[in-house]
């Protein structure tokens, strides 16, 4: 058993949440930028791609997550294709996080009137066109507080990739407990590294959800 002060599991922690926090932006952008061209063809007139993205949805959110890394990880290997952690988790993160904002930003697009759309198509606008400058104007509004609350998500979800070895904080939380054996102390710092970056994001979220609130009863 190795001897570690309280300080330096903390810094080693500290160190290791910084993979947390880029893991989490690279599958959040990289998620949101998937879900944007998902999210015109979920809400098109072409039934072929509405079913496709349907079925994308169902995929990503009716299968664990653990599951997800299991066959990026370990399965592409099997068809010829190398990854590393780093690559395999940032893929499947990504994939699982536009499959959740294309849900979300789905039903704020759908939360602004019909009338919209028609007006749009008055002007002459293409579909492209009326969900650019019409609709996603007003939509994005709506989404920011949903958004903004599933980065907490995916935040938390960043801890399942310590399972394919990634050192991330729970990756590096779990080495350092295996070596100090210390497991309340190491894990509670753990959780609270999690907390202090994950509840700034639940006060603004619903913050901005009480301010979305107040403008509509005005």
Not at 18 to 44: E, K, N, Q, Y
Not at 189 to 196: G, K, P, S
Request: proline share 5%.
């Amino acid at each position: 058993m190795i001897e570690f002060s309280v300080w330096d599991i903390a810094a080693n922690l500290l160190l290791a949440a910084r993979w947390t926090v880029v893991l989490s932006l690279i599958a959040f952008a990289g998620g949101g930028l998937l879900g944007l061209p998902l999210l015109a063809m979920r809400v098109s007139q072409v039934p072929w791609m509405r079913r496709v993205t349907s079925l994308y949805v169902e995929l990503f959110q009716g299968t664990p997550l653990l599951l997800q890394l299991f066959l990026t990880f370990f399965g592409l290997p099997l068809l010829g294709v190398e990854v590393s952690p780093w690559v395999a988790a940032s893929v499947t993160l990504t994939l699982y996080a536009s499959a959740y904002l294309l849900d979300i930003w789905r039903g704020c697009v759908e939360a602004v009137p019909r009338g919209q759309w028609a007006a749009g198509a008055s002007l002459g606008m293409t579909f492209v066109q009326q969900l650019r400058f019409i609709v996603w104007p007003q939509a994005r509004k709506i989404a920011l507080a949903p958004t903004v609350g599933f980065l907490v998500q995916v935040v938390k979800s960043t801890a399942l990739v310590s399972i394919i070895g990634l050192s991330e904080l729970t990756k590096v939380g779990t080495v350092i407990t295996n070596a100090a054996f210390r497991p309340f102390v190491i894990y509670g710092l753990v959780a609270l590294i999690y907390f202090a970056m994950c509840f700034p994001l639940t006060w603004y979220a619903r913050r901005l959800e009480k301010r979305q609130r107040a403008g509509m009863h005005r």
